[in-house]
């Protein structure tokens, strides 16, 4: 996933209510842009942080200036959750997904479960149907180790469940995991930062949903999938 624009460089005075950020430019301006990301970006927000922002020229936007990656723990971190619905069907095109490489054709936010879109739809003939939802990763308090999620997460919960219900129903169905940084080897569910969703997601891998993680190579050009990492199982 290449950004289309460059980005430019500045220093994170403050991230508020949740999709805002005052930032001072290397140009020495100061000015306010989005986020997004609804999480709780912990250990992502500290003042002083170095940060990337895409500039739109949309002169309907009211703040042009969008935050997309920030430097923690010595590596770039990338936060913006939009995009790794983008860099999964990426990973996917290229093969590094082996389990989910066979697919004729791929769709996106197909309806599906209750009032939910699923992420990415692959088809292949005379197979089941593969349904993909992909989760944006970027924490890390381990060194090596990535988790998911950083905060309490109902609607990932919720995710859970429908994808046992497509399981149930004949087709196939998988968590894919987007690490946004390579500092990385393993990837593991924080179970005691949001135990309802752990136990979701054993209840959805004892009913034959599949999961992937998969860690990206950030840098201020692109943000592309590069390996899967190990899954560590024990919540």
């Known amino acids: 996933m290449q950004f289309t624009s460059p980005l430019v460089i500045g220093r994170l005075e403050r991230r508020y209510k949740r999709f805002l950020v005052d930032v001072t430019l290397d140009d020495g301006s100061f000015i306010t842009g989005s986020v997004g990301n609804t999480g709780s970006m912990l250990g992502l927000t500290t003042p002083g942080s170095r940060i990337w922002m895409s500039v739109s020229d949309d002169p309907k936007r009211k703040y042009p200036h969008a935050l997309q ?5 010595n590596t770039l971190v990338g936060v913006n959750t939009a995009l790794p619905n983008k860099i999964a069907e990426e990973a996917l095109i290229k093969g590094i997904i082996p389990e989910l490489s066979s697919f004729d054709s791929l769709k996106r936010e197909q309806k599906y479960g209750k009032n939910s879109r699923i992420d990415l739809l692959l088809h292949q ?12 990763v970027h924490f890390i308090r381990t060194p090596r180790l990535a988790e998911f999620p950083d905060t309490v997460t ?5 995710h859970l469940f429908e ?4 399981v149930k129903a004949g087709h196939r169905a998988a968590m894919l995991f987007v690490i946004q940084r390579e500092d990385c080897d393993v ?3 924080s179970g005691d930062l949001d135990p ?34 190990a899954i560590d199982e024990t919540i």
Not at 125 to 136: A, G
């Open 196 to 229: 309802a969703y752990a136990q979701a997601f054993q209840l959805a891998r004892k009913n034959g949903v599949e999961a992937y993680a998969v860690r990206c190579h950030i840098s201020p050009q692109e943000i592309t999938a590069t390996a899967m990492v």
């Open 125 to 136: 003939e005379n197979q089941p149907d593969i349904y993909v939802e992909v989760k944006n």
């Open 163 to 166: 994808l046992v219900d497509m």
């Open 69 to 73: 990656i920030v430097e923690a723990d």
């Open 187 to 189: 990837f593991r569910i």
């Open 154 to 158: 109902a609607r990932g919960t919720k």
